[in-house]
């Protein structure tokens, strides 16, 4: 790509009105780990994008860029998950590039934000794409600055809802194998949707997810905790572990040089930062119940408490059921798993006996595998890598979709977007 390319189309068609978009573009931050998949039909348009992936604001982004506009996404769609910004170039008319969002909006995630670049300026168009979930239409030809700043606007503006979801994982009980489970969907989260994913290790004092994902960086999560002053994205990223290709971990000191006492939103910023820079975070909760915990469980996205089937762990399943719906009286019930189930020789309760009293069914029973856990534990691993074709493995799997609000690739629900397009009555 020439330098001379770029130029012209940042200098393209105004120099004006383009000096200023060059000037706003000084003042943007970078954008945050997202998957983006573009789906052009014209080079006006994927050039551009191509060029805007190259800015030092996307570098953290994953960029693709093809061509088969519409038709292409939907078809790729049909078995592939959804990136979390999908942009779409249309040549079609205003009537027609609807009907075939409407189409495409069926195989695709309703978390996934969309851009439609079309070639119609028409207010009609505008609104109905607002009204059925679409982020933001552009028309074409666009330069590099629209494109970084319409994503910029999406997914940085500080006026913008933060980008990613926190999942917190508790166990009912230590040793439960909550923070195995919470560090297994993490990675399953990472590789299966193609991802980012950042892993919060809140146990400072005990934490495995160093061991588990082995990892021994030199600093992580108490730094964050012992200077909320200094938190921001740039900082968070000298913090973070790269684990694999998309997840990387906030990791514990797990040593006792120092207590850890904190007040109740002492991870608060961290975790906002942490999500408004990676579409998931995923916070391993300590089995302890005080300010902070409570804070961290109460602000979460979602909750997943890991029991044992054991009488103490169903009592304190229930009491933590209840808390947490009288502190978040307008979300749904925490996720429960049932994990170690079938130790022989135990006596245990059995699933229904251990869901009916909870109102809850659990995402996944996971049986007592002491071999399988053991040696992905060991030798620092993830279940997946050590047995890839293990039953456990596909539960984790199914616990990665559920958490995330992505449905099974071939039984995909219609998205938001579809459902509302379906509404829509065409008419002009
Ligand atoms: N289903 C299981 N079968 C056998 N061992 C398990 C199972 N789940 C977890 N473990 C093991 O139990 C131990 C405790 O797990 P951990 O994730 O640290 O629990 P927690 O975070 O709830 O304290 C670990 O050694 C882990 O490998
Ligand atoms: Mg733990």
Known sequence: MSNLAYETDLQAPQQDGDRAGREAMDSLRPVPRITIQAFCESDGVSKPIERAGEDRRMFKAHLKVLMGGMDAAAELYQTASTPNLIILESKSEPRELLESLGKLAEVCDPTSKVIVIGHYNDVWLYRELMKSGVSEYMVAPLTIADIISTIYGIFVDPDAPPIGNSIAFIGAKGGVGSSTIAHNVGWAVSSLFENEVVVADLDLAFGTANINFDQDPAQGIAEAVFAPERIDDVYLDRLLAQCSERLSLLAAPSTLERVYDFDADAFSQIIDVAQRSAPIVVLDVPHVWNGWTKSVLQQADEIVITATPELANLRNTKNLVDTLKKLRPNDSPPHLILNQCGVPKRPEITVDDFADPLGLMPLAVIPFEPQLFGNA????????????????????????????????????????????????????
């Open 377 to 428: 534990a060991n030798s620092g691993r993830m279940l997946a890598e050590t047995d890839a074709q293990s039953d456990i493995v596909k539960s984790i799997y199914e616990v990665a979709h559920s958490v995330t609000g992505r449905s099974e690739p071939k039984e995909k629900k219609k998205s938001g977007l579809g459902s509302i397009l379906g509404k829509l009555k065409l008419k002009k």
